[in-house]
């Protein structure tokens, strides 16, 4: 090293701390009496920070940017890579819930699984409703509790093509399943959300690591939804007085302490269609009081997702973003 | 190796991370992070697990993407400094923000080698394993990361001066 000026690639690593420790010593000396260098030290730094910068900027970008076929839509930007990620995982997720093929132990250490024993362990249980309306056209799922969720915080659709439309891999969870949901029996709809966390998994339940953060809101009473929601009959073939979206399926769940987070899967609008801006937009009559709510939809514009849960929104995305990063299960 | 489990917990966010800043596509970064940590179910132990990891990582994805390069030639995007072997195509201007559009142009401007170094550099690992990883002596590093991080800036600020059509102060 010429110890009179170094070269910036030796000035970058002195940065760095990761110059051998007596060449780190001569430059420490060195800087002590050579302005130059001192200078070249500051403009590394800023350069540094500044890449750094740059690099992360990257981090906005959705999965599934190329092939694109059709240019995104603009969103809100620093959510959006979060949302993105959600999108496919909470469709893969249920996907493959459906599938009763996701076992993912909870803090077992058995080998040959991935699981994320730091987290403590939630057991979800799946209801598979098959949705009784023309859920194919009607919009997304509103509740009467939107404005929190809705705050600008929220669920800032996500739009994209991908490869593969149903099989994409989704992130955090690797399978294949391009099956449809088989027609497993659902398990008796409806327990009490206020949900048993230690029951074992078995098929067509799985069981996931997800951490909350023990935040729970506290109190929220035992929910008691049923999930088929039958709407006033309409009184003759002519007159349709109500609609009602219902869920494909609801996936609940237990972050411990009688805390239930519930996530929904709606069949969305038309794909070109905000989802929001659908016309005659039926009402989902579902309350959550206590509860926010985390809206998506899936990058194909196919499903809208709803989590909602006694947390704050910041939180809620956290957890939806954990959903997606369960472990691989194959 | 041992407890791959373990590795999966520890690393795998970066390495998704890494290779989709790499590659400018999540999806395809999740498949090559996959296969990394099968290989590192098949593969003895090492001493530096993490450093291990990302070299393959960055195999994989220097292989991918030459095996991507060749077929989708035709469709790629040419630009001043076109070094079509190590470069993916630039993606379509799908990205969310003016900010990242700009990134990924001056990412993908660099050279590969100096491209990895510093989104190695960015997953923290150190000028040992950087150079490791990528086949450079150690003492190189210093001057691989200082070009690129000089470049990744320049080139980033005239894309967003370009963006603005040239009305932002330098």
């Known amino acids: 090293m010429d110890i009179r000026h170094p070269d910036p690639g030796t000035i970058h690593a002195y940065v760095e701390g990761q110059l051998p420790f007596a060449e780190q010593q001569s430059m420490a000396a060195h800087l002590e009496s050579c302005t130059r260098c001192v200078a070249a030290v500051a403009e590394a730094r800023g350069f540094i920070a500044a890449a750094s910068r740059i690099v992360g900027a990257l981090d906005d970008v959705p999965a599934g940017v190329a092939p694109a076929r059709e240019p995104g839509r603009a969103t809100p930007g620093r959510r959006a890579w979060r949302v993105s990620r959600v999108t496919a995982a909470a469709a893969a997720l249920l996907l493959v819930a459906g599938v009763s093929s996701l076992m993912i132990r909870a803090g077992d250490e058995e080998p040959g699984r991935s699981a994320s024993p730091e987290r403590p362990s939630m057991v979800a249980e799946e209801l598979v409703h098959q949705p009784a309306r023309s859920a194919a056209d009607a919009a997304p799922a509103r509740t009467a509790a939107t404005t929190v969720a809705e705050a600008g915080t929220a669920a800032p659709e996500v739009r994209r093509e991908r490869r593969a439309e149903a099989a994409s891999p989704p992130e955090g969870i690797r399978f294949q399943a391009a099956a449809p949901p088989p027609a497993v029996a659902p398990p008796p709809a409806a327990p009490p959300p206020a949900a048993q966390p230690a029951s074992p998994p078995h098929a067509g339940t799985a069981v996931a690591d997800l951490s909350v953060a023990g935040r729970a809101g506290g109190e929220v009473a035992a929910r008691t939804r049923s999930t088929a929601q039958p709407t006033a009959a309409p009184a003759s073939a002519l007159s349709l007085r109500s609609a009602e979206r219902v869920p494909l399926r609801i996936m609940r769940y237990d972050a411990g302490n009688g805390v239930v987070v519930e996530l929904r899967e709606y069949v969305a609008a038309l794909r070109d269609a905000a989802p929001r801006a659908a016309p005659a937009a039926p009402v989902v009559a579902t309350e959550q009081a206590l509860a926010n709510q985390y809206r998506w939809t899936d990058p194909a514009g196919t499903r809208v997702y709803v989590l909602s849960g006694p947390f704050p929104i910041a939180e809620l995305e956290e957890l939806a973003r954990r959903l997606a990063e369960l472990p691989v299960v194959r | ?170």
């Open chain 2, 1 to 170: 190796m041992r407890d791959v489990e373990r590795l999966f917990r520890t690393h795998r966010d970066a390495l998704v991370r890494y290779l989709t800043r790499r590659l400018g596509d999540r999806d395809w970064a999740e498949e090559l992070a996959q296969e990394t940590f099968l290989r590192a179910l098949r593969h003895g132990d090492v001493t530096n697990e993490k450093a291990w990891l990302f070299t393959v990582a960055t195999n994989l994805a220097r292989d991918a993407v030459r095996q991507q390069v060749r077929r989708r030639r035709h469709l790629q995007l040419l630009s001043d400094e076109a070094r079509a072997a190590e470069r993916v195509a630039p993606v379509p201007d799908i990205e969310r923000s003016e900010d990242a559009a700009a990134a990924r142009r001056a990412l993908d401007a660099l050279e590969e080698r100096d491209r990895l170094a510093l989104l190695l550099r960015e997953e923290g690992l150190n000028y040992e394993d950087i150079a490791a990883a990528l086949g450079l002596s150690v003492g190189s590093i210093g001057t691989t990361l200082f070009r690129a991080r000089k470049r990744l800036v320049a080139g980033y600020e005239a894309m967003t001066r370009e963006k603005t059509g040239g009305h932002q102060a330098s």
